[in-house]
């Protein structure tokens, strides 16, 4: 898509899961700073950040709560992977872009000559992947790239193998086609032109597929983009009683299945790689429309069908120029052309096991609409998660989320909006992004250590581990996976004081094997101030370093596993269960060596990631405080029966992250938060008594906290979950 080239678009096109609860129940963002949502020693909550969004106006933003009814997604290979792209993002107006007047002067120039001079850089890539985005979707465009034999020169080809790599090498999937080559002396796609189409497109992609045949099945080659019959009355939209619309349907079919039995033949990994299926222009109708047929493929389950949809339409997608135009969303009522295509492609498709992802979608920004722009994004991302959609936003100049110019997101508030409900196979990731330069560490430790050195933590029932010195520069922490173990994640956490104020620090870790990962005291992964209900994310370097100091001197941390999966994707609950053995170590002897080499670098956003599984929940949409109810159970005490209302902690009535922070802080400082704190949200007796919502009876740990984010994250839905 050249976005400013779409006038109209079919009306005919018409869309969750998981609802995060915040303190307040919507996400606030501002223009100046943002809470996200408190993460406590578990991150199965979105964490605190700072957020700074760039060229909007003055105000605030939120992002909604919301809970819709999701269907069934049947269980299959096909339907897992594209799950697992889970959110994705397109590099438009790029290798896409077209110059058939040479007024570009090079043909390598043609790649920056329709997105204001940038060239696609590794750094843009790691910023797309570092907030969140699983898939690039990568259109390119050929015909100014071949010679008359349509043969593709060396420099473009080398050119795209080098942008696909960059993501690649990022261990992100991405999605490879032909764009903007429709046209009649290339592919235009009616019986008049087949011959000529057919002869284009398998030669083209004959030698796309030879160059990238070795590449794993994370390679993913889309056949064609959008193929219509350009200037033609019904270019945009189908009329299925129109026979020049039922010829481009059928010679579409024809073309795909050339285009497929091109590439099963290349060799290679391309005789079971996953393609992409488009129908006419790439639309809803297109492939839902009676003449439209997926291509007969030799290997089973290896189709994807391709769908673009900017919804609704007049606020979506149409020019501010357009009559249709609209800058306004409204969430109660704007949502029936998004209701209506997710559900026409899931209940043809999805729902019978053929997976669907959709390669375009977004809003187009209206003079700074950003609020509108917010709840748009995240319904649809929503509403097709729900589905078992896959969805990728259109990047460029109108639907901008990425300022190319600095590896910056111009748009971050919309970037956190589709990430919160942007639903992977086995868990879902909300990210928030910090939209400045900082400064990353990155450290290589080489280890040669005897066990003779090793003091390994004792265990604590609460989760904590004992070592018996000071920690200093490193620490380490060993896993012995299961058998069936596929991945799992944790940290190891500590609750710091300074200067009268408590906070939480993590180091992160994860793995997907048995594994002894090291853990470099000086680069925590998420500092916390949780001092105060609303939590904050730590960026003064001062405090950081204090923080870093205290805790070499300390003797002792929270060893916690997160979230783990089984070989398959399926959640293991608990997550320690995935391990045969989760221990943390320091090392104390001087005879061993332990070499870490660090690299300081600027990188132009951060990201704090929690994962959680894809278990989904129905309940309504609600743009306020949503209330939580949990069962109710009697707990007799010597003089009187009392109600207790497991996981309200703050005895507000409702149960959300709040309920969470409370027993955190309550643990981290008592004199100020526990039962007797000289804090007006101090813990009380009824609210300890309501915290103790996991393994009723062993009084209040920071297991329960865990277990009020896991019911806030709709992952469980009733307390207490165990008695002792």
Sequence with gaps: MKSFFKKSFSAFIAAVTLASSSVTGRTLFSTSAASIQFNSPS????????IESRNVQAGSYTIPDLNIPSKSVPDTESINFVKDMRLGWNLGNTLDAIDDTGWVGSEM??????????????????????AGFRTVRIPVSWHNHVDGNYNITKQWMDRVQEVVDYAIDDGMYVILNVHHDNDEKYMYPDSKHYEQSKKYMTTVWTQIADRFKDYDNKLIFETMNEPRLVNHQYEWWINPSNSDCIDAIKTINKLNQDILN????????NGTRYVAIPGYDCSVDGATNENFQLPTDKVQNRLIVA??????????????????SVDYFNINTDTGEINQAIDKVYDKYVSKGIPVYIGEYGARDKGGNVQPRI?????????ASSRGITCCWWDDISFMLLDRSNCTWKQSEIVAAINKYARGSAESTIVTTVSKPVTTTTT???????????????????GTVDFGSPIGDIAFVEIKTGSNTG?????????????????????????????????????PKQIMDVSTTEATAVTDEDTIAKLVSNIKKQKTAFLQAWYASDTSGKQIDPAESAAESLEAFIIVSGNDTVTTTTTTSTSS?????????????????????????????????SDEEEQISYGDSNCDGQIDIADAVLIMQSLANPSRYGINGDNEKHITDIGLKNADCYNVGDGVTNNDAVEIQKFCLHLIDKFPTKQV
């Design 605 to 637: 956003s951060t990201t704090t990631t929690s994962t959680t599984s894809s278990t989904t929940e129905t309940t309504t949409i609600t743009s306020s405080t949503t209330s939580m109810t949990t069962s109710t159970e009697t707990s007799t005490t």
């Design 487 to 523: 991945f799992m994640n944790g940290c190891l956490g500590f609750s710091p004081s300074l200067d009268g104020k408590s906070y939480w620090v993590a180091y992160v870790w994860e793995t997907k094997k048995s594994d002894t990962i090291t853990i470099d005291i000086n680069s």
């Design 375 to 383: 709840d748009c994004a995240a319904y649809f991302t929503a509403y």
């Design 43 to 50: 991150t199965l909550s979105s964490s605190a950040a700072l």
């Design 444 to 462: 290589t430790t080489t280890s040669t250590i005897s066990d003779s050195s090793k003091v390994y933590g004792k265990k604590g029932s609460d």
């Design 109 to 130: 120039g043609i790649e920056t000559c329709w997105n204001g001079g940038y060239k696609t850089s590794k750094e843009m890539i790691d910023t797309v992947k570092a």
């Design 262 to 269: 091109t590439i099963r033949s290349s060799g290679g990994n």
């Design 307 to 324: 769908v673009h949809a900017y919804l609704p339409y007049g606020f979506a997608l149409a020019e501010q120029s357009d009559s249709q």
